[in-house]
């Protein structure tokens, strides 16, 4: 229920705003926030979930109950390049990359968590 995608070729903090709006979402709520997303890591993050639900259908889990636990992205390889410049002079420019990490999980229902806060409240007060 996990994938990857190395050096993706857009700076992490440009990634992050996109990956800030889906976590902790839903599979269908987070595909459908990215199909109107007008931001270049929209489409690449959404083949991202497709491929982390693919890798959970192996797994037999169900779709519907599956959430985006966890999104990172990390700072990957600095490309340096020269710009030329006026006077002989050249600007440096740096093309950082992007790791994108994800991660789906289970979604608990309700019902799971009032069994546990109930459970818990009864140890505390014995």
Do not use: C, Y
């Amino acid at each position: 229920m996990k994938a990857t995608l190395s050096q993706f070729e857009q700076s992490p903090r440009k990634v992050r705003l996109v990956a800030d709006l889906i976590r902790g979402k839903t599979v269908r709520q987070a595909k459908e926030a990215l199909a109107f997303l007008p931001k270049k890591s929209a489409p690449i993050i959404d083949k991202l979930i497709a491929s982390a639900v693919a890798n959970a259908k192996a797994g037999e889990a169900e779709f519907d109950s599956l959430i985006v636990k966890t999104i990172t992205v990390q700072k990957g390889i600095v490309l340096r390049r020269f710009k030329p410049m006026a006077r002989g002079r050249a600007a440096r420019v740096h093309r950082t990359k992007s790791i994108i990490s994800l991660e789906l999980g289970q979604a608990v229902s309700k019902e799971k968590k009032a069994k546990k806060i109930s459970s818990k409240k009864e140890t505390k007060s014995e």
